[in-house]
């Protein structure tokens, strides 16, 4: 449904891939327990980092999408409104092992459970995470790109892709991008939570700092390219 889209800003490009999956076929691999083994263990500082959103289908609101940021790779569900989710899905996005991550939560928990399934905005919303480990309540109601810019130094993003694709699935490839930004901004926040204390420095020399630790998380392994 949503194949390939470049994200392009000022500090970096990477190659996203939206991946549809139907439901049943996700629910086998949770049931599976492939994805994360229930006996693998993260560090508590460390835990896997995935994005969340749900958009109504571009087509049909009758149909949510349901997109998870695995880094550079975007799994697209597509689900009837208003329908409960498969039990396998739900108990994964249940794990209390993993960290997921959102944008813009309160305009849409009227179209997904993000409570029924113990995320709260608190916890989850990237601006809320922001607002707690900034020590600034002013991210805790700032747009994505007041947050990338104040937390990443990133001012100038694009999306490219296919045209005639693009114009087919152009809001479900934005939702791709602004999802991998969300991810990217929270991990560099957690990363920065659990860091020690630096010492005093200039605010260029901070930001090289963050950007250097943003280059090295594994989540950005593949598909990341710094551009001149």
């Not at 076929?25 to 263990?41: G, I, Q």
Request: charged content about 20%; hydrophobic content about 45%.
């Amino acid at each position: 449904m949503a194949g390939i889209v470049f994200l392009r800003t000022n500090l970096f490009e990477v190659r996203l891939e939206g991946i549809t999956f139907k439901p049943h076929d996700f629910a086998s691999l949770c049931a599976a327990d492939f994805l994360f083994p229930k006996t693998a263990f993260w560090p508590e500082s460390h835990p896997p980092v995935i994005g969340i959103d749900v958009i109504p289908h571009p087509r049909d609101s009758s149909v949510l999408l349901l997109l998870l940021s695995f880094g550079v790779g975007c799994v697209v569900l597509r689900f009837p409104a208003g329908e409960p989710l498969p039990i396998a899905i739900h108990a994964f996005l249940s794990d209390k092992r993993i960290r997921f991550v959102a944008f813009g939560m309160e305009r849409k928990e009227g179209l997904f459970p993000f409570r029924e399934l113990g995320l709260n905005r608190d916890a989850v919303d990237v601006g809320c995470i922001a607002a707690n480990v900034m020590g600034d309540p002013i991210y805790r109601d700032s747009e994505l790109g007041e947050l990338a810019e104040a937390i990443l130094g990133i001012h100038q993003v694009v999306g490219l892709t296919d045209v005639s694709s693009f114009r087919r699935h152009e809001e479900i490839k934005a939702a791709i991008c602004q999802l991998f930004l969300t991810t990217v901004i929270a991990m560099g926040l957690f990363n920065k939570s659990s860091a020690p204390s630096p010492s005093p420095s200039s605010s260029s020399s901070k930001k090289a700092s963050f950007l250097k630790t943003l280059n090295s998380l594994h989540l950005l392994a593949e598909g990341w390219f710094k551009l001149p």
